[in-house]
């Protein structure tokens, strides 16, 4: 089986003490059998951790790891979040709600009920709004609403305020978090890539499908499960399943073409 594996944070891959390879932003890859066992250590800035590679880590990775599962196996190394308590913004309002960083981002919602809630890095630097129903987290890297009974709406990471699709279109983010395409243009090169997120956003699917299937285009919508991202695969794409916390299934997606448009589609 083909593993490959990558991390964001460079670091060293030893097996049985043999130096597999180094990565800093560049994946590597390697045959391996999970039947063999075999015992994984990464060492980085963070120090070493390890974990055995075998059928345990497809259900039940440990928290440092996310896999993606499909015809290939691929393994994102997500280093531990070390902080100090550092309060980063605090209101009073009918209660006490706090911002702040201890070995990760939390929020703190201090009412007739206490709910504490983990927060992904990106939101570190947002200014913090208390609503009537929540508390709305914005900056230039990312946006967030959190309920007052701390159920985590929606998140989504920014770039330079703004949030992008895999085509590099410009998604808009309205105030209760639905997502809408600014525009639908898209290079031709880019077709299927283009028609699986305007399906994960439900958007018109007119532009992108054969005459013959134009008529069917709501279909599509029901034919896809809800997926969280579109990937370049081989020579083509895949969606993203999730799965479970840190597990995320691979489907390749294949398309027929008719007149430069989509005439079929399998996955």
Known sequence: MRIYFFSETPCALFS???LLGRVDGFERSFDAELSDKLFIEIVSQFGTVGFFLNRDIL??????????????????YVPPCIHPLSVLAQREENGLIT????????????????????????LKTSNMTVEENGVRLSS???????????????????????LYDVVGREILISKDGRLSLKD?????????????ES???????SPYL????????QEFLSFFPAFERVIPYGDGAAILLRQKENVYKIKPVFAEYKD????????
């Open 140 to 162: 230039k890297d990312g946006i967030a609403f959190v309920g007052m009974d701390g159920t985590l709406h929606f998140s989504y990471p920014l770039q330079n305020g703004k």
């Open 184 to 196: 639908q243009s898209f290079p031709k090169e880019k077709l299927l890539f283009a028609f699986l």
């Open 16 to 18: 049985s003490g043999l």
């Open 99 to 122: 911002l702040f960083l201890q070995n990760g981002l939390f929020l703190s919602i201090e009412r007739e009920e206490y709910h504490l809630v983990s927060l992904p890095l990106y």
């Open 59 to 76: 259900v039940s990775p440990p928290p440092f790891l996310t896999v993606y599962v499909g015809e290939i196996l691929a393994i994102e």
């Open 210 to 217: 054969s005459e013959e299937l134009s008529s069917r285009k």
């Open 199 to 205: 399906v994960r956003l439900h958007e018109d699917l």
């Open 260 to 267: 430069g448009k989509i005439d079929n589609v399998k996955y």
